[in-house]
């Protein structure tokens, strides 16, 4: 049973700006600490943002800058705004969160809960 359902994804242009969404269907994420991965073709999943549960971001190199992650309790919803797409940013983009005492798995890659993934191509 899906608990967390993306939204946003699409084809762009380079240059162009994106927003995913994913909300927590059965999870309420506020309390979570909760990230964005992606994984391209032919490559392996990476994390790029998460928000851990004292609400301190972090984001990997190859989006700083670009990529703002937000949670949006009210909606509950976690959100990532993505400006200044690269053709090297298409891939299939996942949220993904674990509670509080296991917030380490989302730093490691292997949080307990998934979306099905959004994808996003950049040309």
């Known amino acids: 049973h899906v608990q967390l359902v993306e939204s946003g994804g699409g084809s762009v242009q380079a240059g162009g700006s994106l927003r995913l969404s994913c909300v927590g269907a059965?999870?309420?994420?506020?309390?979570?600490?909760v990230g964005w991965f992606r994984q391209a073709p032919g490559k392996e999943r990476e994390g790029i943002a998460r928000?851990?549960?004292?609400?301190?971001?972090w984001y990997a190199e190859s989006v700083k800058g670009r990529f703002t992650i937000s949670r949006d309790n009210a909606k509950n919803s976690l959100d990532l705004q993505m400006n200044n797409l690269k053709p090297e940013d298409t891939a299939m983009y996942y949220c993904a969160a674990d509670v509080r005492s296991s917030c380490r798995k989302v730093v490691e890659g292997t949080p307990h809960w998934w979306g099905l993934g959004t994808q996003v191509t950049v040309s």
């Open positions: 928000i851990m549960t004292d609400e301190s971001t």
């Open positions: 059965e999870l309420t994420l506020r309390g979570y600490c």
